[in-house]
């Protein structure tokens, strides 16, 4: 069998493969005795007609069916016997079959990038952090109210706790309604943020029956035009929030709670630990962006595709009938994906020569540990769990992970940046 390996990049190889009749003949007596079950010729039982009967009426549509997985075969050969490492699915990109005489055929693969670890250790970066403030825990028991609020019909809002229902029309420059521009029972509710303020300001005192005109700019590509919406209100209903008080606390929490006081101390631990774990995951991405920038190597496009497809199968299984929408853009969305694709492709293979050069391991006692954790939380036996565990790469993997970013976090330098100082742009992004 005749092998020639031609290099395309840095990081993927074409291989050649020329094998004789000889030697493609075992593979093919196989791929006869397989097919031969299937066949039904006239005057034999399906599958029992003679061998060399088979070979003759279909043994060129047998072994033309069956190059594909023979080509498939000698390459797993070729990469056993000389030793080749590659990493991805490989792609058939050309067959040329001359039956009796020959098979040739290239097959394309990645190989893995030789990365020079450079630095990785006592690094400085930047991160924006967040504090939780008083506001915040105000602003939180406001919205457990108004999760609980009940809802009151009145003729007009006098402030911004109350939903205006209204039909929507939009006019043409000269008050006329424009056709196919209307929309009914639209709801607004006027302490909404996200609420824009020509809205709020035509609709703040709004009355049952009563008409308003709501103007602004429509900014649509590099440029505006102006919209001029007549609102029509059907219902005005008031948001009745239930007092702060320790009945309110004591039905939210399910007893557990019992003070406004002990409520509101509780809901600002929460939050902290909420920007606690936020912030944390900022400062970690800081720390591999920084990393990846460092490292400068070309990316296997079979370790892309592997992340962007990832990417597809979970919008895929978010459908309600786990197919993509008909108008779903593959090609689109491979494109969108990619730089994300590219820089978690890059993390993954630093992090594996990081792990090597630091020779970072996971011993039984840390997983002892992690049983010992999470057995209360989900209700498992430790023992049961730590034998899940010791089997489990996955959480050998995750706990290498921990270990590997506690090392980097513990030498590099973090300056925190409170985004309060920052422009709202760019605050809590």
């Given amino acids: 069998m005749e092998v020639n390996v031609h290099e395309l990049t840095e990081v993927s190889r074409e291989i050649e493969i020329q094998a004789t009749s000889e030697e493609l003949k075992p593979h093919f007596e196989r791929a006869y005795h397989e097919y031969r079950p299937k066949i039904d010729i006239k005057g034999f039982r399906k599958g029992k007609a003679p061998l060399d009967m088979v070979k003759k009426l279909y043994g060129e549509l047998i072994e033309n069916e069956y190059l594909d997985r023979i080509a498939s075969e000698l390459y797993r050969q070729v990469v056993k016997d000389k030793e080749l490492k590659p990493i991805g699915e490989p792609t058939l990109v050309d067959v040329d079959y001359k039956r009796g005489q020959s098979f040739r055929f290239k097959i394309q693969y990645d190989i893995r990038p030789i990365i020079e670890l450079k630095k990785y250790k006592g690094l400085s970066v930047e991160t924006i952090v967040h504090k939780t403030t008083d506001e915040e825990v105000e602003q939180e028991l406001l919205r457990l109210r108004r999760m609980s609020a009940t809802m009151e019909k009145v003729e007009r809002a006098t402030d911004p706790e109350h939903i205006v229902t209204a039909s929507l029309q939009e006019l043409d420059e000269t008050g006329f309604p424009i056709i196919g521009k209307k929309t009914d029972n639209a709801r607004f509710y006027l302490a909404d943020p996200e609420l824009e303020q020509p809205f709020k300001d035509a609709l703040g005192e709004a009355e049952q029956g009563g008409e308003y005109r709501i103007q602004f700019e429509h900014q649509h590509g590099d440029h505006s035009h102006p919209v001029t919406i007549k609102a029509t209100v059907s219902r005005v209903e008031k948001i009745i929030s239930p007092e702060l008080d320790d009945d309110f606390v004591k039905k939210v929490s399910k007893d557990k709670i019992t003070t406004v006081e002990e409520f509101r101390k509780s809901l600002r631990e929460d939050l902290e630990q ?99 954790r999470e057995a209360p939380k989900i209700g498992i036996d430790k023992e049961r769990l730590i034998t899940y565990y010791k089997s489990s790469d996955q959480v050998k993997d995750r706990l290498l992970g921990d270990t590997l970013m506690s090392l980097l976090m513990t030498s590099t330098s973090v300056k925190e940046i409170d985004d309060r100082t920052l422009p709202n742009t760019l605050s809590k992004g």
């Avoid at 936020?278 to 991405?285: S, Y």
């Avoid at 299984?317 to 786990?322: G, R, T």
């Avoid at 994906?337 to 890059?346: G, P, T």
């Fill in 274 to 372: 909420y920007w606690r774990e936020k912030n944390r995951r900022q400062m970690i991405n800081a720390i591999v962006s920084e990393i990846i920038r460092l490292h400068e190597f070309q990316v296997p496009e079979s370790l892309i595709r592997t992340v962007i497809d990832g990417l597809r199968e979970e919008i895929r299984n978010q459908q309600p009938n786990k197919e993509l929408p008909h108008d779903f853009d593959i090609e689109k969305f491979y494109q969108e994906n990619r730089a994300y694709a590219i820089f978690h492709s890059k993390w993954a293979l630093l992090r594996e020569e990081i792990i090597k050069a630091e020779n970072l391991t996971v011993d039984e006692s840390a997983l002892i540990a992690l049983a010992e």
